[in-house]
């Protein structure tokens, strides 16, 4: 398995191309290696804007405000991410906004930190305890499908969805050691 810092794979090109064909303009994230491919790819593209948070909620706020303003958005972010959005979930549930959400686990394959392992198996039951729909992807084959059918869920349908993103496609994250 590759590291998040080796060549893009397909499905994570797949997953900008789901996003720039539906309409999507603004993509909240906070920084995260599993998802840099996608955000290098919209802070190059003159049509989408990338918008750094310094934490998730900021982004469900984001998200939220970009469907007030006509604009499709959408949120990227680590597993680890998921318990600083609780609160600001219920705007989405009590206001009804599509609300989509592309979530890179940790802690449930070959994580060497044993701090992303709790919240890697509150994240899915978190997400549906606050009304957000939960699908995953496990195999790079699948993601396509997977996005585009929360994508219509959301834009379509009026959902709020996250995809979950196995960490067997993001694959084994290594620290290095200084010596």
């Known amino acids: 398995m590759n590291s998040a810092t080796d060549a ?7 997953i900008f191309g789901i ?7 603004q993509v909240a994230y906070v920084p995260d290696a599993g998802h840099s491919h ?20 900021e982004g469900v706020a984001t998200v939220c405000g970009a469907w007030l303003g ?33 979530v890179t686990m940790r802690g449930e394959w070959a994580e060497f930190n044993p701090w992303q392992v709790p919240m890697s198996k ?13 699908l995953r992807a496990s195999r790079s084959e699948d993601v396509a499908a997977t996005v585009g059918a929360a994508f219509d869920a959301v834009f379509h349908a009026g959902e709020s969805v996250a995809v979950l993103l196995s960490q067997c496609l993001i694959g084994r994250k290594e620290w290095e050691r200084s010596q």
Do not use: Y
């Not at 499709?72 to 549930?93: D, F, K, P, W, Y």
């Open 122 to 134: 509150a994240t899915q039951p978190t997400l549906e305890a606050m009304g957000v729909r939960v």
């Open 70 to 102: 006509g604009e499709r958005a959408v949120l990227l972010m680590q597993s680890s991410g998921v318990g600083n959005c609780i609160n600001m979930l219920s705007l989405v549930e009590n206001c009804r906004f599509p609300f989509l959400c592309l």
């Open 19 to 25: 996003l720039k064909r539906g309409g999507v303009r």
């Open 8 to 14: 893009p794979a397909d499905w994570q090109e797949e």
């Open 38 to 57: 996608v955000i290098r790819r919209v802070h190059a593209d003159p049509g989408m804007r990338g918008i750094v948070l310094t934490t998730e909620e």
